[in-house]
């Protein structure tokens, strides 16, 4: 068995870490308090080209939300709506949206969040499979987001014994079959921002104007038709 350690404060964990094992990984199974889609900035590439990504993570959501379907869709919506600034990530970061996008559509990367109400996903974990059969895993302190492995303060701890993976992989499943998948909804609002465009209202026919602000507008986005 090798052990690897890993610390941000002598190293960029983007680059010896992540970018370095999800490199020809055929699967990815992840723990993760927190998931963004700025995680695709530092490995967008490598995900991309894994056969099998599925990533559980933490939500915001009630509980009481979660068990009406038009509510945890009108919930997630107004989370969403109120986390991303529209405008701004449609215009500075629609590639890392696009890739998200795809990515959902395509199947290869499926998500599932927990509510924090249920259980707080405060473990961070993960396993990384390789087509000659090897596996290595993971535990630390670190989020699946750009800032936790760029900016934080982090530890991670990696090894390649078969009996940690298995570890890794029975508390991944457990929390998997208690997570929700990502809805429709916020997959329709990936795909909004990673499409959206800005044009001038002269563009726009006179009768178009009203229905173009009124699908900007804080209460349409957020859940509200």
């Known amino acids: 068995m090798t052990l690897h350690r890993f610390s941000s404060r002598t190293e960029n964990l983007d680059k010896t870490f992540l970018a370095k094992?999800?490199?020809?990984?055929?699967?990815?199974?992840?723990?993760?308090?927190?998931?963004?889609?700025?995680?695709?900035?530092?490995?967008?590439?490598?995900?991309?080209?894994?056969?099998?990504?599925?990533?559980?993570?933490?939500?915001?959501?009630?509980?009481?939300?979660?068990?009406?379907?038009?509510?945890r869709n009108t919930a997630l919506k107004e989370r969403w709506n109120k986390e991303v600034d529209v405008e701004s990530e449609s215009l500075l970061k629609k590639d890392r949206y696009k890739m998200l996008d795809a990515l959902l559509k395509s199947g290869s990367v499926e998500i599932r969040v927990v509510p924090k109400e249920r259980l707080f996903l405060?473990?961070?974990?993960?396993?990384?499979?390789?087509?000659?059969?090897?596996?290595?895993?993971?535990?630390?302190?670190?989020?699946?987001?750009k800032s936790a492995f760029t900016n934080n303060y982090e530890l991670i701890w990696q090894d390649d014994d078969s009996a940690g993976a298995d570890?890794?992989?029975?508390?991944f499943w457990a929390l998997w079959q208690d997570g929700v998948p990502l809805l429709n909804a916020i997959a329709e609002e990936i795909h909004r921002v990673a499409n959206r465009q800005e044009v001038a209202v002269d563009v726009l026919k006179p009768f178009d104007v009203p229905a173009a602000a009124m699908a900007e507008s804080p209460i349409y986005r957020g859940g509200e038709q």
């Open 122 to 145: 405060h473990g961070k974990a993960g396993s990384i499979h390789y087509a000659d059969g090897r596996r290595i895993s993971f535990i630390g302190s670190v989020n699946e987001t």
């Open 21 to 71: 094992s999800l490199k020809g990984a055929t699967k990815y199974l992840r723990i993760a308090g927190y998931f963004r889609s700025s995680i695709f900035e530092l490995v967008g590439e490598e995900i991309a080209k894994i056969p099998e990504v599925k990533i559980v993570c933490n939500s915001e959501i009630d509980m009481a939300d979660f068990k009406i379907a038009n509510s």
């Open 167 to 171: 570890w890794v992989e029975e508390e």
